[in-house]
């Protein structure tokens, strides 16, 4: 299927009202038909993995998947200039992918019901597609994901989005995933475990805790809407959303006109911190790592910060029974990730801050106003972080939304962040700290297209915005 | 001094037909007054440098400027899936900067007579500013570059342009430079080596051997001179070029209508060669390279092919004289790069060829039709490289230009290659080899705003296109 005007087929998507009862329910039923077992092993009882002593990493015996490995960090950055810390270390490229189709006129996305051991409630909504560039390379395979055949079959008439995303830049050592969107053909098959949703569903679900996993809110945020000046489209006549901050969100991601700062300017401020900015990453073994604690089931920091690396047994019974073993991160404690907007000559802007993390492939990328996945935001001195005690003190009525959110299930165990998205009142200053650059949702929109300027933290955020 | 619309104030300096005879003559005089001397030394003679034997690199005594590393480079493209190499590593950012203001209303470079040691000719046009970041960092220093303060001074209202641009990936490890460009005020003094050229001056200058360096290519080429649809401008009436193949070349770089690819469709393109290949370079001494041989005086490889690595002494008397000693790469030949130009539903499209090169950043950067660098054009089968026969083999009024320019005579020592620029005859087939997709020059212009997209030589021929 053709799909003519792609950025305005996604805006219809996501200004679809339809109500998400029924999905909830359906994840619902999904989760009572399975159990899943995470237990906590020795990492010597991680069966096909191995812990070598000699080279100071976690890897598959097959040296596929992924490994767990430390790292010297260096930078110019900050007042910590130096530190050690384990990291993922996942070089191959994955595809994350949906598949879409207009029902009814609408574009629909097929979702499917995941489980995935480190989710707190186990099942959530995934894309189409997880598959690793084996799966897509290889011409035939006894066991290949469903769908895969789509995905490999696509023309350039029916390739929607197809970025090269990055992931956690503290957590993953330079990982980055292909995002997909494919249109199908009408009498496309849908198992079991799949559904079909609107974007307007899937941005109503991520309202609610937990429900949307992070691969799907990731290659969401690749949608552009579509860039308009103030002449071509006539927001409050062509588009109605009820609430006034919905009118002003959606008015942000497709004004390109009325913008605070250049891309000029844009692509000054972030040349500046690149150009005069250092981030130095060598591999060292995991057993040297300064200020971590390797014991026989655990790979800690001596205060207890940050996270830790564990090795889990994972036995997941459906009609089938699978098990496996696997090392995981454990999160310490729960972070925050925020975006503050402020209406600026009448266009809404995000506070974007330019974050150094040591796994970013081109040291700086843009990030939400506040984010600590590394420490805990509750207990970090308030007015020691920019606008994290605006954020936690912020009153109801300036929340858009305030919803927990599962990290990737697969590597993450029980990780949860906070997600939320305020639109300041007046008061706030227009003046920015240092590292701050305000953006409509339209600039970081476009700047999602291009490789490594937004980061996930940022995308995921963006992805949860609702219109209507 | 504030330029309002940028992009209209770059096109009309393009534009300008001033005569060059006088630019000519001014160079001429420069390198009359000056005596430059390279000779060929050991490296053991190469005062304040050292070949480290057990680390295998020849670096400078302070840890500064760069150093000579050995590289073991793996990849899945290609017929040759490993090979060694020495490669030059200068990690720390260096500027590039153009100092412009309005003169009589036509916006002019201020641009440097500078001797390189490398260059076959010594003088060269160079930007306002070649500076280091210790340069830039620096808040006091003895000999600081000329016009630097201006450059620290900068203001988001007096910067142009500010973007961190790649160079070779063939010879320089992931090296980029921060080309900057920003308007001066009126009473800019300018010194004896210094003048002042408008884009018009510099292009037509460009179309002449070995006049225009390498770091004034570079910078020019991050100019955008606007994205205009059909109804927004009439090229005919308000620009008129005099040759029908300049108002075509105009045409496409002012288009944001009518591309053969779409945008999405380019990244595509680009996002499944990253996903699917792989680039791992790992350093390892210069002695231990396969098929490289380290003499006193020389590394080189073993079939005289590439590149060497050899040490030089430079004395260089004008007013004052200076001395020093320093590593250098010399070719092996002469290298060709050539953009291969189609007219497409009536607009211009670059035969553009995705590349893969040892030193990128990201895998793969967009480079010309035909690049060949690291080994002979004359020597090539004409049949074992795409578009290399149809280059050397181009009627006399298909070529835009057919100039020789030199890389960088600070590192490189005689290097020159040809630059071609061919409109296509409506013979040559739409259809394009694998890895190659069409792009007008607006696309290419746009990309280039982005990091690691467009590669230096690309960047380089997209300068030198005249359109008066």
Redesign the interface.
């Given at each position: 299927m053709v799909i003519k005007n792609?950025n305005l087929a996604f805006l219809k998507s996501a200004l679809d009202k339809t109500e998400v009862n029924s999905a909830l329910e359906w994840i619902n039923n999904q989760n009572k038909a399975v159990n899943v077992s995470v237990k906590k092993v020795d990492f010597e009882k991680l069966e096909k993995w191995k812990f070598d002593q000699k080279k100071g990493c976690i890897g598959h015996d097959t040296g596929s998947f992924f490994s767990i490995d430390g790292i010297r960090v260096n930078t110019t950055l900050g007042k910590v200039g130096q530190w050690d810390q384990p990291i993922i270390n996942q070089?191959e490229?994955g595809?994350l992918g949906f598949l879409v189709k207009e029902i009814n006129g609408v574009l629909h996305f097929l979702v499917q019901a995941k489980i995935e051991p480190g989710n707190v409630n186990f099942v959530q909504l995934s894309p189409t597609l997880q598959a690793t560039?084996s799966n897509?390379?290889q011409a035939h395979n006894g066991k290949q994901p469903k769908y895969l055949e789509y995905f490999k079959n696509a023309t350039?008439e029916t390739?929607?989005?197809?970025?090269?995303q990055s992931e956690q830049g503290a957590r993953f050592l330079k990982k980055r995933n292909?995002n997909?969107i494919i249109s199908a053909n009408d009498n496309i098959e849908v198992y079991e475990n799949f559904t079909w949703l609107t974007l307007g569903q899937l941005k109503s679900l991520m309202q609610v805790d937990n429900i949307v996993n992070m691969d799907t809110r990731t290659v969401l945020s690749g949608i552009l809407y579509g860039n308009y000046n103030k002449k071509a489209i006539n927001f409050s006549s062509v588009f109605t959303p009820q609430e006034t901050y919905k009118s002003m969100l959606l008015k942000s991601a497709l004004s390109s006109e009325g913008c605070f700062n250049s891309?000029?300017?844009i692509?000054?401020f972030i040349?500046?911190l690149?150009?005069?900015n250092?981030l130095l990453v060598k591999k060292i073994p995991l057993n040297v790592l300064k200020d971590w604690i390797v014991t026989k089931d655990e790979i800690y920091h001596k205060d207890n910060d940050y996270f830790k690396i564990i090795g889990v047994e994972v036995e997941i019974s459906n009609r089938e029974v699978l098990n496996w073993y696997q090392p995981m991160v454990e999160p310490a404690q729960e972070g925050l990730c925020a975006f503050v907007c402020k209406n600026i000559n009448g266009l809404l802007h995000f506070a974007v801050q330019a974050k150094l993390e040591c796994g970013n492939?081109?040291i700086f990328e843009f990030a939400p106003t506040v984010q600590t996945l590394t420490g805990s935001y509750k207990k970090t001195p308030k007015d020691s972080l920019p606008f994290l005690e605006y954020v936690l003190s912020a009153k109801k009525e300036q929340i858009v939304y305030d919803t927990i959110q599962s990290e990737e299930g697969g590597r993450f165990f029980k990780e949860q962040n906070r997600n939320i998205l305020i639109i300041a009142d007046d008061d706030l200053p227009q003046e920015l700290p240092e590292n701050f650059i305000w953006m409509t949702l339209n600039q970081i929109n476009n700047l999602t297209?291009?490789?490594?300027?937004i980061n996930i933290q940022a995308r995921n955020l963006i992805a949860s915005i609702p219109f209507v």
């Open positions: 792609v070089p490229v595809f560039r897509f390379q350039e390739v929607l989005i197809d970025q090269l292909r997909i891309l000029n300017r692509f000054s040349t500046d690149k150009s005069n250092d492939h081109d297209q291009y490789n490594n300027y």
